[in-house]
Nanobody, 127 residues
């Protein structure tokens, strides 16, 4: 089993920044994908960013490209989502997730391919 714990959410004004953290513990994998998703009220959960285990392959949704950055610190088993120039439409519950194994035929991996999920952290951007 893998446990994922997100933190760093909160209330911020439009144009501000937040950095989300996702600390992983438990079982380890030699290859995996880390992903960040978000879900706004009344909407489906959507992929925001993803990174391969080496960090060499990344994905960003068009809506966040140039504003969000996914990164990780291997020694801390932690992945981050740096969010800059936040907009009210970024308001959502943000989730981190892990997909074990090598990258499949889909990139980024769809939601259903992820094996483990965190509990989510609320991000609210005021106008």
């Amino acid at each position: 089993q893998v446990q994922l714990v997100e933190s760093g959410g909160g209330l911020v004004q439009a144009g501000g920044s937040l950095r989300l953290s996702c600390a992983a513990s438990g079982r380890t994998f030699s290859t995996y994908t880390m992903g960040w998703f978000r879900q706004a009220p009344g909407k489906e959960r959507e992929s925001v960013a993803a990174a391969s285990w080496s960090g060499g392959i990344t994905y960003y949704a068009d809506s966040v490209k140039g504003r969000f950055t996914i990164s990780r610190i291997y020694a801390k088993n932690t992945v981050y989502l740096q969010m800059n120039s936040l907009k009210p439409e970024d308001t959502a519950v943000y989730y981190c997730a892990v997909r074990s194994g090598v990258i499949g035929s889909n990139w980024p991996p769809p939601l259903y391919e992820y094996d483990y999920w965190g509990q989510g952290t609320q991000v609210t951007v005021s106008s």
